[in-house]
């Protein structure tokens, strides 16, 4: 009989293809999306974007105003704070500081955490309690708080910082993949992958992981907002990217007592860092329904 | 006047796939007092119509229907808050498996305490104190449970699946419904526990007057205790009546399938073929054109590509170019709906 | 003739394809600082299957009936007794052979396939652990294991969540299949299923037993199923195997009060109903 394939003219979508598929009918994921590679684009060309250097400081133009008010102008279009620099450029340099130094501990910290939980997970026994009773410990002090013991004991400074940040990220990663991937271990399908004599990478990568993802995306994009609040509150307390750094954190700091005399100095740095948290969540709820979107 | 009238419901789904078509055209009537059983294979729509009934629904649904009235609530035009209001007090359902629909992490006791409504509270100030517990302790041993004790102070997990399913009965019944529905109540269970569900929902419906849709797999346990039935098939309705006109004058080929389908183990020699209808519920996304049976119907001939009206005889109702027993319809008069 | 069925039965006598030997498990809970109780979930069962028989195991909820078959398929480890597999023994030096002669299929078809890999992946995955044939002879062999159990090939492509129970079901009997098992281990499977379903499920496997010589262990408490395919039987009461022996025998003479209680019970209720 000749094989006729009747589904010849329908297209199977993958699990990642029907994540897009949701995810691309959806208009604020979509320019959430956009925002994001927009985000990423400045980040990766601020040294070619910005119109001036962010430590250029200038004696004759302290405290200009941004360029819609009247007496600003366009070369400096978010106006120059108290010692003369301006301040678009400050932004787009304290982007790659904030943001760009988020993105990078919080993958950093995606990829030791999901480690450890995945053998948190398989283990049994002694490590398993190790881990657990370590984990538990760790994850009940405030991520803040444990970055500010760790500068404290290191001292002030970014990469000090960064460094205490990731620290502290670790274990909310250990505990969530943990969690997950052990619910999954309990499931009928990896019994039956285990019968059918697979080993346990084997089951991790085939049986567990195309599972946990949405635990994954949640955990990270928690992950990366919580970064960019540690980085700049750090910043701002002057445990942090120290001055002249254009940190979003140390530019707020600087400029607290000009909040009457020049609004902009404080308004745009804590807006910027509203808007990228913002754009993340959006972007990270969105995926993580998209995910979840063709199983239920 | 019925209690509940659902005309031409319909239930799209959207998917990855596309929209699919769910349910088709549903029609059923229920009159106060009655048990009614709905009958169908897997896949084929009667847990969705429960739940349109009942409300709740999925974001990716889409209800259409000319008429889905109970009593005289309009279920199709009311808000959000309007209809949690009738979802509890009119209606109670009942699910599959009862241990997965109790919270875990609270005793049976307190979950049944909870569900009984405010204003049933009757008498004086000073009997308010511990009337819920009192209630509950009622309400349990009205479901049939001796050792209430037991059961009040135990988490779901310990409870058998035959208490759990009577605690959910409990809970159903706590606010006095209308309506009971209950969604595959007893599949996968021991058929002792069984029987003492299906006994329990048949003195629910005696005394207390409580309308029962038994939703159900199975066509022999809905006949022991429902008195009409209606037949699914991948989202239409094909046959409904009363049930010996369904049982003894069947008009319809598939429920003529589902009643020889079940093996009467005594009469097939050991280890022999048993009887079944050839080939498997088509998916939703690909349905055949006009009768859904089509492709396994035995009877199947050329005008099978036109989807049949619903005909309605004395009250039984099919839809079926070419139905059995046809000589008894010779000289009846046919409406066609 | 005469011989032949001698020596068919010899054969039987001497090697039956699946022996367990007082097979046991015992869960150690700890209660307390230093106490431990032990809970014994199954005491002590021995029985011999043949080529193309059916054993089924009944009993009530918590008989240890679940125990056991977990214990025969090797998802738990006994805490004692042997599992002799055509005189070969089971245990941790040989767990491909106890893949592929012992098969197992679970109860909810719903929670038994992983939803995020196609039915394809899931067919292939048994295949590439345990046989080393090439990805063209692995295609061939999961079209011909799904026309098998009846479903197009196409359905390689279709992920889990596109699918209705029963045709999942299928899809776990064609992932038992795919080894070329000689034992398969239903546990439960049939009584989620429709009641349509489930006879063209069991005409299936009744059909494979008599093509292939499978041999079946069902644990179930539908009595009419197990005096239909089964040909032997244990009855499990708490851990322990009250009694065993041949179907028909057992269901028109059991020797055990208790035995004959459960057997009545689940068998008749149903009529006396209502």
């Known amino acids: 009989m000749p094989n006729i394939n009747i589904f010849a003219d329908e297209h199977i979508l993958s699990p990642a293809e029907q994540t897009w598929k949701h995810y691309s009918s959806q208009q604020i994921a979509m320019a959430a999306l956009w925002a994001l590679g927009f985000l990423c684009f400045l980040m990766v060309f601020a040294p070619l974007i910005a119109p001036h250097e962010p430590d250029l400081r200038q004696a004759h133009l302290l405290l200009q105003p941004p360029s819609w008010d009247e007496q600003g102008t366009v070369d400096y279009f978010f106006g120059t704070d108290d010692l003369g620099r301006d301040v678009l450029s400050r932004l787009l340099y304290g982007l790659r500081l904030t943001f760009g130094n988020a993105l990078l501990i919080s993958f950093i910290a995606l990829i030791i955490g999901t480690t450890i939980g995945i053998t948190a997970a398989i283990s049994r026994g002694l490590l398993s309690s190790t881990l657990h009773h370590i984990m538990d410990t760790a994850l009940s002090i405030p991520s803040l708080l444990l970055a500010i013991i760790f500068i404290s004991i290191l001292g002030p400074g970014l990469d000090h910082s960064l460094l205490a940040i990731l620290l502290a990220s670790i274990p909310q990663f250990i505990r969530g993949v943990y969690l997950s991937v052990y619910q999954e271990l309990q499931k009928e399908y990896i019994i039956a992958l285990k019968l059918d004599g697979a080993n346990n990478y084997r089951i991790i990568r085939y049986g567990v992981f195309p599972n946990i993802i949405e635990t994954l995306v949640n955990l990270l994009t928690r992950a990366i907002s919580s970064a960019i609040i540690d980085i700049s509150a750090l910043g701002f307390l002057g445990l942090g990217a120290q001055r002249p750094l254009s940190e979003w954190g140390t530019m707020l700091s600087g400029a607290t007592d000009l909040v009457f005399i020049a609004p902009w100095t404080v308004v745009l740095p804590g807006l910027s860092i509203l808007v990228t948290i913002f754009i993340i969540n959006v972007v990270g709820e969105s995926v993580r329904q998209s995910v979840i979107a063709g199983i239920d | ?337 | 003739m005469s011989e032949k069925i001698t020596d068919i039965a010899a054969e039987k006598r001497v090697q039956p394809l699946l022996r367990v030997e007082n097979l046991g498990k015992i869960y150690i809970n700890p209660t307390g600082f230093f106490k431990r109780e032990e809970v014994v979930a199954v005491n002590d069962i021995s029985f011999n299957l043949h080529r193309a028989e059916t054993l089924a195991i009944i009993g009530e909820t918590g008989s240890g009936k679940s125990t056991l078959a977990r214990l025969l398929a090797g998802i738990i480890p006994p805490t004692k007794g042997h599992i002799y597999i055509d005189g070969c023994k089971l245990d941790d030096s040989n767990t491909d052979l106890r893949c592929r002669s012992i098969r197992m299929i679970f109860q909810d078809p719903e929670t038994s396939l992983n939803p995020r890999t196609s039915v394809g992946q899931i067919l292939d995955a048994p295949l590439q652990l345990n046989t080393d044939m090439s990805v063209n002879k692995r295609a061939e062999k999961i079209s011909e294991t799904l026309r098998l159990v009846g479903l197009l090939p196409e359905y390689a492509t279709f992920y889990p969540p596109m699918l209705s129970s029963g045709q999942k079901q299928r899809i776990a009997l064609a992932r038992a299949l795919i080894l070329n098992p000689k034992i398969i281990i239903a546990d439960d499977t049939l009584s989620t299923l429709d009641i349509s379903l489930r006879s063209q499920m069991i005409n299936l496997m009744l059909d494979l037993q008599k093509t292939i010589g499978i041999s079946y262990i069902v644990v179930t408490h539908n009595m009419g199923l197990v005096k239909h395919i089964s040909d032997k039987m244990i009855v499990m009461h708490q851990g322990e195997c009250i009694e065993q022996g041949n179907t028909e025998q057992l269901f028109s003479r059991p020797t055990a009060a208790l035995c004959g209680q459960i057997l009545s019970n689940q068998y008749n209720m149903k009529k006396q109903s209502c």
């Open chain 2, 1 to 337: 006047m019925a209690l509940l009238d659902i005309r031409n419901l319909t239930i799209e789904i959207e998917t990855p796939q596309g929209i699919l078509k769910a349910v088709d055209r549903f029609n059923l009537t229920l009159s106060d007092g009655e048990v009614r059983g709905l009958v169908g294979e897997s896949g084929s729509g009667k847990s969705l119509v429960a739940k349109a009934i009942m409300g709740i629904t999925k974001d990716n649904w889409r209800i259409r229907a000319d008429r889905l009235r109970l009593g005289d609530i309009d279920l199709l035009n009311l808000t959000p808050v309007q209809r949690r209001r009738v979802m509890g007090k009119e209606i109670g359902m009942i699910f599959q498996d009862a241990a997965a629909h109790l919270d875990p992490s609270e005793k049976a006791g307190e979950q049944l305490a909870e569900a009984i409504p405010c204003d049933q509270f009757t008498g004086h100030f000073w009997n308010r104190f511990n009337w819920r517990k009192k209630q509950a302790i009622a309400l349990l041993h009205k479901v049939g449970v001796k050792d209430h004790k037991k059961v009040m102070n135990s988490y779901p997990f310990e409870l058998s699946e035959g208490l759990c399913q009577k605690v959910m009965i409990a809970m159903a019944i706590a606010k006095k419904p209308r309506l009971l529905i209950a969604d595959e109540p007893t599949t996968a269970m021991e058929p002792k526990t069984q029987n003492q569900i299906l006994r329990l929902l048949d003195k629910l419906n005696k005394l207390s007057h409580t309308t029962i849709l038994l939703i159900s797999h199975d066509l022999e346990t809905v006949s022991l205790l429902a008195d009409n039935m209606t037949v699914m098939y991948c989202g239409q309705m094909v046959e409904s009546g009363t049930i010996d006109q369904v049982f003894n004058h069947t008009h319809h080929p598939y429920t003529a399938a589902l009643l020889r389908a079940n093996p009467d183990f005594s009469q097939v020699p050991h280890k022999g073929r048993l009887n079944t209808l050839a080939g498997q519920v088509p998916l939703l996304h690909h349905l055949p054109i006009g009768c859904r049976l089509g492709p396994r119907c035995p009877n199947a001939q050329k005008n099978c590509v036109i989807t049949p009206p619903m005909k309605k005889v004395k009250g039984h109702m099919f839809s079926c170019h070419f139905p059995l027993n046809a000589d008894e319809l010779k000289g009846k008069k046919c409406q066609r709906k």
